[in-house]
């Protein structure tokens, strides 16, 4: 009986001492930071002056609504397609299933720097998507070098990198409606689309929630991608959060106000996961 | 009748359609990759775009071991990664189990604040993980590569929902016969979580081997490049050799996606497994 009161501490030990000294101990620290300034080699305290400077950075507020549009654009769109190409995909009359989960998994497993660096190529003026627009009589479109355009191209690429994984999720939420149902509400007089809105995506919803959170975290601290495929330009026009707590960080050395920046993206990935448990309002 | 056999010929053409256009711009970049790779620098932005293999294969082979001493990258990256899911995966599943199987005193709250640790970006502990590596002289050291993630939450996530399904009474009748806890975790329930563990693993395998941030941060010399950081180099300021970059990206990406096309029946059945409750 003793053994078995034991048994789990050594099994959970190592994880838990992991955890404490690399995650813990480092989120509790970039807190303490923020709230602190180099003088002399030394940390004193300064308050919130760390949060009151971001507030006249005009770098950190373009990087914020930068953040912003490209997590209003990618998000949803992502999202929608991922859930349009699992119905598809969920039919029971379709041919070739495995082929195209496999290939619209596919860009879900490249690395981040990888995709990015080959969108860049594609996206140079007299590259790759140019020359095949230009096919269709639609002239340069500057991918990268205009500061709208270059937000929608790391929309675009990121959309082709993560939609097949969100299809993914959804497959496996699809996989649970009985298809019952969708035969009662055919004999109704209800058509695929009418299907897909009373059906589908209401009993998709706790999965939605669960792929949206997913995705608000990862595009909060959007990195690798403005990193290599746009380098934070034209101008300021991609700087995201990411890139500018890297930036105070480890080019500006500043550590504190890199950790006060981290808090923020901490604050609002709080914020935004709350608010859409309000959104899709339900449980689990 | 003959209306509604029209329709659905129709709505049948449409969802292939749809479906072949979606596969089309799912694979094409990875074929134009390849391309790529065998081609000059200079094809890749030309007019008309190449769209066909060429014969400077070796050559971009070459020009990107001379910029980056691309073996080396790969050595580290499989090196990393590799060393990375072993000791990683270990960890997790015994994790796992304790939170799946056991009752003990704080259990909910040790594996709740593990999972809401997700939802803490990862960069709000990379300045502290910095300051802590370099104060103990660990930055550009492989530990400093693969230490910080080694308890990684989602893993264990994971792994628990696969626990949870094994059968109780098959641990208690073990137990009953007198088998130490540790044995009944190795040799009777491991053994049945080969599909589980082969989905982690490549789960952390990915996350390993295109991880950028902080081995960007953590790695000073060349010597401990691996992939992503090697590949991210290669965006020149003033010039970039597409016909290199496109090398280094394809090798970064090959490896992955035969592992990736050889495991994908257990990879996609953990994830679709995963997702649901």
């Not at chain 2, 200079?42 to 060429?54: N, Q, V």
């Not at chain 2, 593990?114 to 300045?127: G, H, K, N, R, V």
């Not at chain 2, 597409?242 to 990879?267: D, E, N």
Request: hydrophobic share 55%; proline share 4%.
């Amino acid at each position: 009986m003793m053994k078995q009161t034991k048994a789990p501490y050594f099994f959970i030990a190592p994880a838990v001492i992991l955890f404490l000294i690399f995650t813990a101990y480092p989120i509790i620290a970039s807190l303490y930071l923020s709230f602190h300034q180099k003088e002399d080699g030394a940390y004193t305290f300064a308050g919130l002056s760390n949060y009151t400077r971001l507030l006249n950075d005009s770098i950190f507020w373009t990087a914020l609504s930068n953040t912003f549009i490209i997590f209003i654009l990618q998000v949803p769109l992502m999202l929608m397609l991922a859930i349009i190409l699992a119905s598809v995909l969920n039919s029971q009359l379709l041919k070739l299933k495995a082929l195209f989960r496999v290939s619209f998994f596919l860009p879900a497993v490249t690395s981040l720097v990888a995709y990015s660096l080959l969108f860049s190529i594609m996206m140079q003026n007299n590259g790759l998507f140019n020359e095949l627009l230009g096919y269709i009589g639609i002239d340069g479109i500057p991918w990268l070098s205009d500061s709208v355009w270059a937000k929608f191209s790391i929309v675009m690429a990121m959309t082709w990198r993560w939609v097949g994984y969100n299809m993914i999720i959804f497959l496996a939420g699809l996989q649970n409606i009985p298809e019952e149902m969708y035969e009662a509400a055919a004999i109704d007089g209800a058509g695929k689309i009418r299907q897909f809105f009373s059906i589908t995506v209401p009993s998709l919803k706790p999965i939605i929630l669960f792929a949206g959170i997913l995705s608000t975290i990862g595009t909060l601290q959007l990195f690798d991608e403005p990193f290599n495929l746009t380098g934070g330009g034209p101008g300021n026009s991609t700087m995201t959060l990411g890139l500018y707590i890297y930036e105070n960080g480890f080019e500006y050395f500043d550590f504190s106000y890199g950790s006060a920046v981290a808090y923020v993206v901490v604050v609002l990935v709080a914020i935004l996961s709350y608010g859409q448990f309000k959104f899709t309002g339900d449980k689990s | 009748m003959r209306q509604s056999t029209t329709k659905r010929f129709l709505g049948k053409l449409g969802m292939y359609t749809l479906l072949t256009i979606f596969l089309i711009i799912s694979v094409f970049p990875f074929y134009w990759m390849l391309v790529g790779s065998t081609n000059p620098s200079d094809k890749m932005i030309s007019s008309p775009p190449t769209l066909t293999f060429g014969g400077q294969f070796m050559e971009n082979l070459v020009n990107l071991n001379n910029t980056v001493g691309i073996w080396r990258v790969m050595f580290n990256s499989l090196f990393v990664a590799g060393l990375y899911v072993v000791i990683a995966l270990i960890v997790s599943t015994a994790a796992a189990y304790a939170f799946a199987k056991f009752q003990f005193k704080g259990r909910n709250t040790i594996f709740i604040i593990m999972i809401l640790s997700m939802m803490i970006p990862y960069q709000a502990t990379i300045i502290p993980l910095f300051q802590m590596m370099s104060a103990y002289g660990l930055l550009d050291t492989y530990f400093a590569l693969i230490a910080p993630q080694l308890c990684y939450p989602f893993a264990i996530f994971l792994m628990r929902q696969n626990f949870l399904a094994f059968p109780d009474s098959l641990l208690e009748s073990a137990r009953l016969d007198g088998a130490h806890e540790f044995k009944i975790f190795t040799k009777i329930v491991l053994p049945s979580m080969k599909p589980a563990l082969a989905a982690t693993s490549i789960f952390l395998f990915m996350y390993q081997w295109n991880n950028f941030m902080w081995p960007l941060v953590a790695i000073r010399t060349e010597e401990m490049y691996t992939f992503p950081v090697a590949l991210s180099t290669l965006n020149g300021v003033s010039y970039t050799d597409y016909g290199q970059m496109m090398m280094g990206i394809s090798l970064a990406t090959i490896p992955i996606i035969i592992v990736f096309l050889i495991l994908q029946k257990h990879f996609i059945s953990g994830m679709l497994g995963s997702a649901v409750k």
